[in-house]
């Protein structure tokens, strides 16, 4: 019960990281002609205070502008660059490697 608990929490967590994540993409690409920042430290500090860290391995969040991808380890804690499924919201949801995309 404690680990389910445990993995319920950090996935809130990493909801939550993910969005904010997304949200300061957007208004990075607003600021900048549509233009993706080249990595999450470009946010910092006006867009984030801090890169957020993944709750699943403590290493900052993953981003990848080539692949417009913003995303978790999950919680096996193994990076296989990101979600798999190509429906946006199975990809959000996705156990292994929580994945939000950038296309519209």
């Given at each position: 019960?404690?680990e389910?608990?445990?993995h319920r ?5 990493v909801?939550?990281?993910?969005t904010?994540?997304?949200i ?13 920042p080249p990595?999450?430290e470009?946010?910092?500090p ?20 080539e692949?417009?991808?913003?995303y ?11 979600s798999?499924?190509t429906?946006d919201?199975a990809?959000?949801?996705d156990g292994?490697e929580?994945?939000?995309?950038l296309?519209?």
């Amino acid at each position: 019960m404690v680990e389910s608990t445990l993995h319920r929490s950090a996935r809130t967590d990493v909801d939550r990281y993910l969005t904010a994540t997304f949200i300061a993409i957007r208004s990075y690409q607003a600021g900048q002609g549509g233009v993706l920042p080249p990595s999450l430290e470009a946010l910092v500090p006006e867009y984030l205070d801090v890169v957020p860290r993944d709750p699943y391995d403590g290493q900052p969040l993953r981003y990848s502008a080539e692949k417009k991808i913003v995303y978790s380890v999950g919680g096996d804690g193994t990076d296989s660059g990101g979600s798999r499924s190509t429906d946006d919201e199975a990809a959000f949801e996705d156990g292994k490697e929580p994945t939000l995309r950038l296309e519209p």
